[in-house]
């Protein structure tokens, strides 16, 4: 028996998500063909969906991390965004994707896009693993988005609670029984 298999139920399955993320990294490829491009994994929570995506994308590509929260350790948001780790190089004249694991209110992601407009990038566009709409407090587009899901408390690829279930190969729910 897996450590998670009285806690979590599977939302959506490794199968499900990898197909997803060959389909970004497809469609990343062709709208960014002859253009060097830096995707930007968002810590802690977008390494696996930032690792797989960039193997399907089929271009010479950098990557940059840059550490952000608005939770501060809990299951909600604080509201108030703070960058934990900055980039390492300069996105002055880059075309950059900026890659999540989960949009929910948007203030993070909209913290993100000011912030990134800032250096003067030659374009920036958002790619997100998971969105939920019916939690957003801010609009934000989205310009390659995995999948849309309602409001419950994720885990696994990537995604934490305490911690702890980054590493589930699918996302799942805590379960609550």
């Known amino acids: 028996m897996a450590f998670h298999d009285t806690s979590v139920e599977v939302m959506l399955s490794a199968e499900k998500l990898q197909a997803r993320v060959a389909e970004l990294g497809a469609q990343i490829t062709k709208d960014y063909q002859g253009k060097e491009l830096t995707l930007i994994g968002i810590m802690k929570g977008s390494i696996f969906f930032l690792t797989d995506l960039a193997r399907h994308v089929d271009l010479p590509i950098t990557m940059e991390l840059m550490g952000v929260s608005s939770y501060q350790g809990g299951v909600e948001t604080t509201g ?8 390492t190089k300069p996105m002055h004249g880059r075309h950059v994707i900026i890659v999540e694991d989960i949009i929910d209110t948007g203030l993070t992601m909209k ?7 800032a250096r003067h990038p030659a374009s920036v566009k958002v790619a997100t693993l998971l969105e939920k709409p019916s939690r957003a407090k801010v609009k934000v587009q989205i310009d390659y988005k995995g999948f849309v899901i309602e409001d419950r408390f994720v885990v696994g690829y990537g995604l934490d609670y305490g911690e702890k279930f980054r590493n589930l ?5 805590m379960r609550t029984d």
């Open 169 to 173: 190969p699918f996302v799942g729910v």
């Open 80 to 87: 108030e965004v703070r960058i934990t780790s900055d980039l």
């Open 111 to 117: 913290f993100l896009l000011e912030n990134l407009g």
